[in-house]
T-cell receptor
Framework: KQEVTQIPAALSVPEGENLVLNCSFT??????LQWFRQDPGKGLTSLLL?????REQTSGRLNASLDKSSGRSTLYIAASQPGDSATYLC?????????????FGKGTLLTVNP | GAGVSQSPSNKVTEKGKDVELRCDPI?????LYWYRQRLGQGLEFLIY????????KSGLPSDRFSAERTGESVSTLTIQRTQQEDSAVYLC???????????FGEGSRLTVL
């Protein structure tokens, strides 16, 4: 059974700092991996989707990498801003018959201090 | 619409009452998911619909929970005889195909008194 772990559970940084959020998964047979952010009381907003054949994806100040063989993905946020404060979740979609299902991590709560 | 739409955004009900939550997916998205998120907890898979295929109901926590979807349109999640433990945010998501990027609605916050 796939398990997804996100470390750290919470992170507080000063504005302007570059930071890395980590996501690890136990079964490397994945189809794709998706990063989301969730603001308090809101739904999840998709940030980046990485297919299993890709090594990284970039969107603005965000860069997500995928090392499937080691079961790890990182989300790099450059020049962090207070508006980046949110919970960041990663979700893994397994390959195989039930590849419509995603397994979510519990998230990393990021606080960017002005 | 442009995104996944859910209603109501907030629902307060008394224990024992039935509630119905609605999800309107992105137009053209064949796959639709319901998740539950209890306060401070992760996402819990409830049910998955894909086109006209039989849904995967394996995540529904009890027979008080049911969901319907007509074709590739609106879905409703019904909770009968609500309990306090049902209090949570119910999130709906849709994707283009069963392996595509997932897009979420804003959720329906259910409070059972």
């Amino acid at each position: 059974k796939q398990e997804v772990t996100q470390i750290p559970a919470a992170l507080s940084v000063p504005e302007g700092e570059n930071l890395v959020l980590n996501c690890s998964f136990t079964d490397s047979a994945i189809y794709n991996l998706q990063w989301f952010r969730q603001d308090p009381g809101k739904g999840l907003t998709s940030l980046l989707l990485i297919q299993s054949s890709q090594r990284e994806q970039t969107s603005g100040r965000l860069n997500a990498s995928l090392d499937k063989s080691s079961g790890r993905s990182t989300l790099y946020i450059a020049a962090s801003q207070p508006g980046d404060s949110a919970t960041y979740l990663c979700a893994v979609r397994d390959s195989g018959g039930s590849n419509y299902k995603l397994t979510f991590g519990k998230g990393t709560l990021l606080t960017v201090n002005p | 619409g442009a995104g996944v739409s859910q209603s109501p955004s907030n629902k307060v009900t008394e224990k024992g009452k039935d509630v119905e939550l609605r999800c309107d997916p992105i137009s053209g998205h064949t796959a639709l998911y319901w998740y539950r998120q209890r306060l401070g907890q992760g996402l819990e898979f409830l049910i998955y619909f894909q086109g006209n295929s039989a849904p995967d109901k394996s995540g529904l926590p009890s027979d008080r929970f049911s969901a319907e979807r007509t074709g590739e349109s609106v879905s409703t999640l019904t909770i009968q005889r609500t309990q306090q433990e049902d209090s949570a945010v119910y999130l709906c998501a849709s994707s283009l195909g069963h392996t595509g990027e997932l897009f979420f609605g804003e959720g329906s916050r259910l409070t059972v008194l």
